[in-house]
């Protein structure tokens, strides 16, 4: 049974570009969510996806986007990259109704140079 | 805003001792979460905690929550060195939402 997958593994990208990352979650989840760990720190939420659409909201800003697709998988888009947004980015998976686990992925180390 | 609290940050312990790592939240929930990462890599869940009063207990650890006292603990029992790590507890509030909040984390490193 596949846990969560993320893609890609490290990536490094200059100021003032955009990154997608992506995800799959594990077989049976229906929900995602995202989170941004910087070095040294507890992950943060960023936000969750349910049924293809935003469910919940972190304190980031809009240029931190996402999007569901019908098969489940999701993904980050960050645009116009500063140098803060370097971190682990991670992916948790989940199933609605009375299941309490978050299956995380192994995360993207995304370097903004 | 939920906010979670960890102590102590970081933790150097010898082999064989024993040891417990707080964790404390500051609004009303049933269901805590304690994860351990290594370096670089991901989240590893340990154990969920869903009542006041729940203990769970895998090899060396034991987790407990206090849902009165807005407390968890997490002990470790006669350490040893694979279990150095980050340790996250992690809250979900009562009110409706999902999102996980974290603890700052405790470093633990087990000294020979």
């Known amino acids: 049974d596949a846990g969560v997958t993320q893609s890609p593994t490290h990536l490094i990208k200059t100021r003032g570009q955009q990154v997608t990352l992506r995800c799959s979650p594990k077989s049976g989840h229906d929900t995602v969510s995202w989170y941004q760990q910087a070095l040294g720190q507890g992950p943060q939420f960023i936000f969750q996806?349910?049924?293809?659409?935003?469910?919940q909201r972190g304190n980031f800003p809009d240029r931190f986007s996402g999007h569901q697709f019908p098969n489940y998988s999701s993904e980050l888009n960050v645009n116009a990259l500063l140098l803060g947004d370097s971190a682990l980015y991670l992916c948790?998976?989940?199933?609605?109704?009375?299941?309490?686990?978050?299956?995380f992925g192994s995360g993207t180390r995304l370097t903004v140079v | 805003e939920l906010k979670v609290e960890q102590n102590p940050l970081f933790l150097s312990m010898q082999e064989g001792k024993n040891y417990t790592i707080y964790c404390n939240y500051s609004?009303?929930?049933?269901?805590l979460y304690w994860y351990r990462q290594d370096p670089g890599k991901s989240l590893e869940s340990l154990f969920v905690?869903?009542?006041?009063?729940a203990v769970k207990q895998e090899g060396r650890l034991m987790a407990s929550l206090d849902t009165k006292a807005r407390l968890s603990t997490l002990h470790i029992t006669a350490a040893v060195h694979d279990l150095s790590a980050t340790y996250f507890c992690a809250v979900v509030s009562n009110f409706g939402n999902e999102k996980l909040t974290f603890g700052t984390g405790t470093r633990l490193t087990i000294i020979p």
């Open positions: 948790a998976s989940s199933r609605t109704g009375p299941n309490y686990g978050y299956t």
């Open positions: 609004t009303t929930s049933d269901r």
């Open positions: 905690l869903l009542s006041n009063g």
């Open positions: 996806y349910y049924e293809e659409e935003e469910r």
